[in-house]
């Protein structure tokens, strides 16, 4: 009979793990012929969740795909289980290329969205403090017919109101 494995012996496997991984990482990321294909593939709805925790965490960990695949980031970010990963791997994207695509894909989203697709937007926009924006989602929020999404808007505006509300109007 074997004697199972101490403590320690057991996180030194997980540390090994761990550094296995960020080498498969780094060489995905310099070695890669076309990693947006790739990653794109892993973030698709057929896709497994493997494939699509590991695309997540991978575009949170480097930048240099996310705003390649922000559609697809945007996405995920409704997902009750992949909105957190989502919305950091967002948040990775430099600012000043950011907020010109994400503008667009939001805001074209309200038209069809629920209460619950609000509030996960909300929720990224106020993660990457993306307030002019958080503050457009609020004001369309404030006039659906839908109380729930009103109740959104309510919500955001007390909270992070004072961040756009007091800018000046150009």
Do not use: C
Request: aromatic share 8%; charged share 25%.
């Amino acid at each position: 009979m074997s004697t199972p494995p101490s403590d320690h012996d057991l996180w030194q496997a997980f540390v090994e793990a761990k550094r296995e991984m960020h080498r498969r990482q780094a060489e995905f990321y310099q070695h890669a012929q076309d990693r947006p294909a790739v990653l794109k593939a892993a973030l698709a709805g057929g896709a497994g969740a493997w494939d699509q925790g590991a695309a997540l965490d991978f575009l949170a960990a480097l930048s240099a795909d996310g705003s390649e695949l922000l559609p697809e980031l945007v996405g995920w970010t409704t997902s009750h289980r992949w909105a957190l990963s989502a919305r950091q791997a967002i948040d990775r994207i430099p600012r000043d290329r950011l907020l010109p695509l994400l503008e667009p894909l939001i805001l074209d989203r309200l038209d069809s969205a629920d209460d619950d697709e609000y509030r996960r937007f909300a929720e990224l926009l106020a993660h990457i403090e993306a307030w002019d924006l958080l503050g457009q989602l609020a004001a369309r929020a404030f006039t659906s017919d839908n109380p729930d999404t009103r109740e959104v808007a309510e919500d955001f505006t007390e909270t992070y109101g004072p961040l756009w509300l007091s800018k000046p109007n150009p």
